[in-house]
C-alpha cells in the first residue's frame, strides 16, 4: 500500500516567514497565489502522496528522528538507560533479516482462509481478519480509508460531540485515492501501468505464473476501478453535511444485503451503537453490487492481493523492495 513519503535526505521544518510571498502577484487579484506561490513552486508533491503540505512534512520529520533515536540506542553500550536499550534492541531484532529471507508463511493462515472460503457471505469474516491481523479496522486519510473494502471504527457523532458512534468509510483500494484509477493524464496512466506491474510481482512472489499473475493483475485492476467510481470525490467530501448520513444497523443491513454485517462486527469484536455514520452510501451501494455480480474466484483474487500488499513491507526484502520500486515512481 502506498505510504507515507521515504528521504534520506535530512528534512528541514519551515517557519513563517514573509519573504516566501509571491510579490510577483499582487494579493488583491490572486491572495493564494501571493501567500502560498513560492512555498508551492519549492515543495512539489512527492511522487508517493496525494496531497502534501505542513502536516505531511511534519509526519515526515517526526518519522525521520524517531528513526534518528532507534539507530542511536540500538547499538549495545553500558551508557543505555532500560527504555533505551528496550528500544534499541527491538529495533536492532528487526534489522537482522536475511536479505533473501521470504516471510510469507507469517501470513499464510490468512492466505489459506481466503483460498477456502466457498460462499461470498463468508467475505466478512474473512475481512475482519484481514483488518484486526494489522491492529486496526479503521485508518482514515483524506478521501478513503486504505484497507481491503472499506473501513470501520469509532468515530464522534457529528450531531452530539458527547458520544462516539460507529463509523463505515469507503475504501478498497490499493492506490491512494480515486483519481489514480480515473485521471486521464499520462501520468496518472503510467501509474497505472506501474500498480499493475506491482500487483503481478506480488503475485508472484506467492507463487504465480508469469502469464496468471499479469492476468489476475488486470482483474484486481478492474474492480478497484470499479470501487474507485463509486467513491465520493474529494471536494463533495469537504461537506460534512454530506458526510453525516446516519444508519441504523438494520438500515445499514438494508443498504448492502450482500455483506454479513453480523459476522464482521463479531470478527472485529465491535461493540452494538444505535448509530452508524456512513460516509458515502452510494459506494456500499455500489460494492454491494459488486458482491452480488463478481464470481468468487474474483473477490478470493481481490482479498489474497489486498493481505500481500498490506503485509508487503514486513515479509522480507524481496517484498519491500517490489513496493519501493513501486513508490519511487
Sequence with gaps: MIGACQTTTPIQLQHMDVTLVDSSVSPCDNFYQYACGKRNA?????????????????????????REILEKNEVPSATRAPNQQKIGDIYA????????????????????RIAALQDKREIAGVLAAMHTSFGRAWQGSDNQTPLALFGFGPQTDLNDTTRVVGSVDQGGLGMPGRDFYLADTPEMKATRE???????????????SAAEAEHDAAIVLRLE?????????????????????????????????????DMYLRGIGAPPTPLYLVSAPEFFHV???????????????????????????????????????????
Design 42 to 66: 519549492a515543495n512539489p508533491i512527492p511522487p508517493d502522496q496525494m496531497f502534501w503540505g505542513v502536516g505531511g512534512q511534519l509526519q515526515a520529520w517526526n518519522r525521520q528522528v524517531l
Design 287 to 329: 460494492v454491494n453490487q459488486l458482491l452480488h455480480d463478481e464470481d468468487l474466484a474474483t473477490w478470493k483474487l481481490y482479498l489474497r492481493w489486498q493481505l500481500l500488499d498490506t503485509a508487503s513491507e514486513t515479509l522480507g526484502k524481496p517484498w519491500a523492495m517490489q513496493a519501493s520500486l513501486f513508490k519511487m515512481h
Design 93 to 112: 531484532s528487526c534489522m537482522t533479516q536475511s536479505p533473501v529471507a521470504n516471510d510469507v508463511d507469517a501470513i499464510r493462515p490468512l492466505l489459506a
Design 194 to 208: 506501474k500498480y499493475l506491474a506491482l500487483i503481478a510481482s506480488l503475485l508472484k512472489l506467492d507463487g504465480a
Design 225 to 261: 476501478t470499479a470501487m474507485a467510481k463509486a467513491q465520493m470525490d474529494n471536494i463533495t467530501r469537504r461537506d460534512p453535511a454530506k458526510l453525516n448520513n446516519r444508519y441504523s444497523l438494520d438500515q445499514l443491513k438494508s443498504l448492502t444485503p450482500a455483506f454479513d454485517w
